[in-house]
C-alpha cells in the first residue's frame, strides 16, 4: 500500500457521505422489512468487500457480523459459498445476486442470476438485496479512494 495522502472524502463534503449513511440505513431497513436475516446483510456486505477488496469495510462488517453472532467458520468460507453447505437456499440466491450487482463491471446483471436469485427471493427481498449491493459498493469505493487506514 502506497503512503500517498489521500483525500478523505467524508470529511471533506460531510453532507453526500451523510446521505450514503441515510440510504444506508434505508437499505437495511427494507432488508428487515422483507425478512432478510440481519446476520445475512452482514454477510452481503463481506462479500461485496471481498470482491472489491476493501480491507477497512471487511474489517468493519466482519467485526459487526461476529458480534451479532455470526459462525467464523461461515465467514472463513464465505469467499467459496457455493462450494459449502453454510449457507441456506435464501443465503445463496442472496449472494449470487449480490455478487453479480458488483461485477457489473465484468457485463450486467444476467437473466440467469437475476432469474436464480427471484426464484427464491420475494420481490421485496430481491430489492433489498440490490439496494444492499448499490450502497455497500458505494462505501466500498469511498473507503478505498479515500485509502481509509486499516492497521493493527
Known sequence: MTETQRVNMGK???????????????????????GLDPLLVEMLKIRTSQINGCAFCLRLHTRDALKKGESPDRIAVLPAWAETGYFSETDRAALRLTEAITGVADGHVSDEDYDAAAAVLTADQVSAVAWLATVMNAFNRVAITSRYPVRD
Open 12 to 34: 471533506q463534503h460531510p453532507a453526500p457521505y451523510k446521505a450514503l449513511m441515510a440510504l444506508s440505513a434505508e437499505a437495511e431497513g427494507a432488508a428487515a422489512a422483507a
